[in-house]
């Protein structure tokens, strides 16, 4: 089969397309067709050498899969050949999903909404995974609460508003202004243009003083140090950002805060939770841009760069008929 390896850590140019052993589905595992995958920041740290005592060179990374199933192991009950799946690959174990074929638990494979193609159903796996994972397990957000979302366009961001509203939350989030419209498509109730504006500034206007119940930190920075400043009363904070450099954390202190870091579990039952959404027409990736898996280096290239132009995901047409 053909597959993306990384070779060395590095820039893009470290990966390099091979042909490599189709994997054989072992007792309870089942064998996939990848028809599409999909990018995360995720991806790019894994290649560059974040974390390299997690990573056996060489490698087959990626960490969303849509496709079908082609075979299964012994003790298999729930697939079947024919059925099509989705699901994140086990994070730091085994093989990734650059490659055409990839083999899973059965346990942490789902069945993809019927409702969205192979391209949209992969740019939602982890990105879906993670913002339920931050919002419903971990900040338990109720209804009637609001949410601040930290970079609403980006790929966790746009599927966090939409979770957010699906479950009767109000939602504040920073973008760019030229992401304002898209954002507010999606449900969010407060855009702030984080370029022209202090966003502390601006939620505690927007909520007359009261500050939000719940930040969701995508990207970094001082964010956990300055989230006291926008929180309500015993609010939380949840974060999917390594934490580079010690943070002050003392103005939390009165604000009862809660902090939570999440790095995302895998496990079907959080795939059927945002597949229900997807039906229901709540929840909806958004595709924001297709690459081959021949030009992975070109996609991780872009996602890499600052001012990429992106909304939503990249994603990556393993099966060459979803290319464009």
């Not at 942490?108 to 192979?118: D, E, N, Q, T």
């Not at 902090?259 to 595709?287: C, I, S, W």
């Amino acid at each position: 089969m053909k597959a993306i390896v990384l070779n060395q850590f590095g820039g893009p140019e470290s990966f390099a397309l091979r042909d490599v052993p189709k994997p054989v589905p072992q007792a309870g595992q089942v064998l996939v067709r990848v028809h599409a995958t999909s990018i995360n920041p995720l991806d790019y740290q894994v290649r560059r050498g974040d974390y390299p005592d997690l990573v056996p060179l060489p490698a087959i990374t990626g960490h969303d899969v849509s496709g079908v199933v082609e075979a299964v192991g012994p003790g298999v009950t729930a697939f079947a050949p024919g059925d099509e799946v989705w699901y994140t690959p086990q994070i730091f174990e085994g093989q990734g999903s650059y490659a055409e074929y990839h083999v899973a638990a059965e346990g942490i494979v789902g069945r993809k909404p019927a409702s969205l193609s192979h391209l949209e159903a992969a740019s939602l796996t982890l990105v879906g995974g993670t913002a339920w994972e931050a919002l419903v397990v971990r900040a338990a957000l109720r209804v009637g609460e609001s949410v601040l979302v930290h970079g609403g366009a980006g790929g966790v961001g746009h599927v966090a508003i939409q979770l957010a509203k699906a479950m009767g939350a109000r939602v504040y989030t920073t973008v760019r202004s030229e992401n304002a419209e898209f954002v507010r498509g999606l449900g969010a109730d407060v855009t702030i243009d984080y370029e022209k504006e202090d966003y502390v500034d601006a939620v505690m206007r927007a909520s007359g003083g009261r500050g939000v119940d719940v930040v969701f930190d995508t990207i970094g920075g001082n964010t956990l140090a300055r989230s006291p400043d926008v929180l309500a009363q015993l609010g939380r904070v949840v974060s999917i950002v390594d934490i580079a450099q010690p943070q002050n954390l003392i103005q939390a202190w009165g604000k009862n805060a809660s902090y939570h870091m999440v790095f995302t579990r895998q496990n079907r039952g959080k795939l059927d939770e945002l597949g229900a959404l997807v039906e229901r027409g709540q929840l909806r990736p958004h595709v924001g841009a297709v690459y081959t898996l021949a030009d992975i280096a070109r996609a991780h290239a872009r996602l890499e760069s600052p001012n990429n132009g992106l909304r939503g995901k990249i994603a990556i047409a393993v099966d060459p008929a979803l290319a464009p």
